[in-house]
C-alpha cells in the first residue's frame, strides 16, 4: 500500500520543473562558454544567479508543499 | 617541502580535532531530541525532531544537557513582566504553569495565559505581548555584534591611514567585499550617480543576511539560530527595501505603475492593476526566497542526520554523514548567494523606481 500526500506529489512535480529549469541554464552556459572561453568567468557567475532564481522557485513550491502537509 | 608536509599534518590533525568536538555535539543535539521525542511516542518522529531544530526556542542549546535559558519578556494589561524561561519548563523539558501576575505556559511554543485548569484562556492571552529575548533574538545580538567589532574596527583603519595607502588586517578582507557589492550590485543597478545614497542600506542588508546565514550554519552555540530562515526576519528585511523603494521612486515611476505611457487606453486599464500588484509582489517574493532558501538547506541537512536514527544504526552515518558535509559545502556557496541575490534584486528594484525615462521614444512608437 502506498502512503503518502498530495503535498510530496506536489513538490516532486516541482523538483522536475527546477532540473529541466537549471539543466537549460547549465546548457546554456557550457555552450556560450564553449564559443567564447575568454568569457567563462562573466558567463558562470551569471549561471549560478539564474540557477539560484529557479532553485527559488522550486523552493516556493516545497515550501507551499510543507504548509499543505502540515 | 618539508614544512608544505608538516602544514598539510597539522590541518588533518585539526581537522580530525574539530570533528571529534563537533560529531558528539551534534549527536547529543539530535539525541537529546530524539529521547525527549522517543519518551512521548515511543517512536523516532523525523518531523518533529527536524521542526523542533529549525523553529525559535527560549533555551539556547550549549551542550548534552546544558543550556541558556534566555529571559521571557512579558506585557499584560498590569504591565511588564520579566523572568527566566527555566520557570516554564520543568527539568524533562516539559512546559509547567508558572504563576506570575497571571498563569503562564508554553502552548505549541508559544507563551500563553492559562486558566487555574491549565487550559487556555483565549481571552486574557490576547492581551499578551511576547517581548522575549528568545534564540534568534540572542543569535542577532550576536551577529550585530560581530558586524560591529568587524566593521567598526575597518572603518576606523581607514580613518587612520587614509585610503591612499594598502589596507591592513581585516580592512584588507573587508574592501574586496564592500567594493563587490558597489561595483557588482550597485553601480550596474542603480547607476554610478545615485547608487552612493544607497550604499549603506544596501551594504547593510548584505553584510547582516551574510552573517546571520553563516551563523545558522554553525551547528553549535555561538550559532545554531535559525535566524534567516525565519519568516520574520526575512520579513522585516522585505518592508524594509519596500519602504526605501517606494519612497525614492520618482514620477516617472508612478506613471508606469498607474498610466503605462505609450499604450493604448484600454491597455493602460488592463495594465494598472497588476503593476499594482507587482508593487507588492516584489518584496514578497524577496521576503519567500531568503526564508525558503535558508530553511530548505537546515532541513537537509537535519534530514540526512536523522537517517542515522531512522536506520537505528550507527553504519548509516558512512553514508549520512559525507552527504551532511557535502550539502553543508553547498550551504555555503547558498549562504553567500542568498545575501548577494536579495541584495543585487533589491539595487534592482531601487533602480527601476529610480531611473529616468525618456518619454520621446515610447511616444514614437506608439504613433508608428
Known amino acids: 500500500m502506498v502512503v503518502g500526500s498530495v503535498a510530496a506529489i506536489g513538490a516532486g512535480l516541482a523538483a522536475i520543473g527546477a532540473g529541466i529549469g537549471i539543466g537549460q541554464i547549465g546548457k546554456g552556459a557550457v555552450e556560450g562558454i564553449a564559443r567564447q572561453p575568454e568569457a567563462a568567468n562573466e558567463i558562470r557567475s551569471n549561471m549560478i544567479v539564474a540557477a539560484a532564481f529557479v532553485e527559488a522557485v522550486a523552493l516556493f513550491a516545497v515550501v507551499v508543499a510543507l504548509l499543505g502537509n502540515g | 617541502m618539508y614544512l608544505n608536509r608538516v602544514k598539510s599534518l597539522l590541518v588533518v590533525c585539526l581537522s580530525l580535532f574539530a570533528l571529534m568536538i563537533s560529531a558528539p555535539s551534534l549527536a547529543n543535539d539530535t539525541a537529546a531530541a530524539v529521547e525527549h521525542v522517543a519518551k512521548k511516542e515511543g517512536d523516532f518522529n523525523v518531523t518533529e525532531t527536524i521542526l523542533e531544530h529549525i523553529k ?162 554553525i551547528p553549535f552555540f555561538p550559532g545554531g539560530a535559525n535566524v534567516s530562515g525565519n519568516i520574520a526576519f526575512t520579513m522585516t528585511l522585505a518592508v524594509c527595501v519596500f519602504i526605501v523603494v517606494n519612497l525614492s521612486a520618482n514620477k516617472s515611476y508612478w506613471e508606469h505603475i498607474f498610466w503605462m505611457p505609450g499604450m493604448h487606453w484600454s491597455m493602460k486599464l488592463f495594465l494598472a492593476p497588476i503593476e499594482l500588484i507587482g508593487v507588492f509582489t516584489k518584496p514578497i517574493s524577496l521576503m519567500i526566497r531568503l526564508f525558503a532558501n535558508i530553511t530548505a538547506g537546515h532541513i537537509l541537512v ?60 515610447h511616444e514614437e512608437v506608439a504613433h508608428h
Open chain 2, 56 to 217: 525559535d526556542d527560549h533555551s539556547w542549546h550549549l551542550w548534552g544537557h546544558t543550556s541558556i535559558h534566555l529571559p521571557v519578556i512579558l506585557k499584560t494589561s498590569q504591565g511588564f513582566e520579566v523572568f527566566s524561561s527555566e520557570k516554564l519548563v520543568d527539568e524533562h523539558h516539559e512546559p509547567v504553569v508558572h504563576k506570575g501576575n497571571f498563569d503562564y505556559k508554553l502552548i505549541e511554543g508559544k507563551t500563553k495565559i492559562v486558566d487555574a485548569n491549565g487550559n487556555l484562556d483565549k481571552e486574557a492571552s490576547k492581551q499578551l505581548w511576547d517581548f522575549s529575548i528568545t534564540k534568534n533574538v540572542a543569535s542577532l545580538f550576536v551577529s550585530v555584534f560581530i558586524l560591529l567589532v568587524v566593521l567598526l574596527s575597518s572603518a576606523a583603519a581607514y580613518k587612520k591611514t587614509g585610503i591612499k595607502t594598502a589596507p591592513k588586517g581585516l580592512q584588507s578582507f573587508m574592501e574586496p567585499i564592500i567594493l563587490f557589492v558597489r561595483d557588482e550590485v550597485a553601480i550596474p543597478n542603480i547607476g554610478a550617480k545615485k547608487s552612493g545614497k544607497y550604499m549603506p542600506f544596501l551594504l547593510t542588508i548584505f553584510f547582516l543576511i551574510l552573517t546571520n546565514n553563516f551563523l545558522g550554519l
Open chain 2, 302 to 361: 537535519l534530514s540526512l542526520i536523522c537517517l542515522i536514527f531512522i536506520f537505528k544504526t550507527v553504519f548509516a552515518s558512512a553514508i549520512a554523514v559525507p552527504f551532511a558535509v557535502f550539502i553543508g559545502m553547498i550551504e555555503l556557496l547558498v549562504a553567500f548567494l542568498q545575501a548577494f541575490i536579495f541584495t543585487m534584486l533589491a539595487a534592482m528594484y531601487i533602480g527601476m523606481a529610480t531611473e529616468e525615462h525618456h518619454h520621446e521614444a
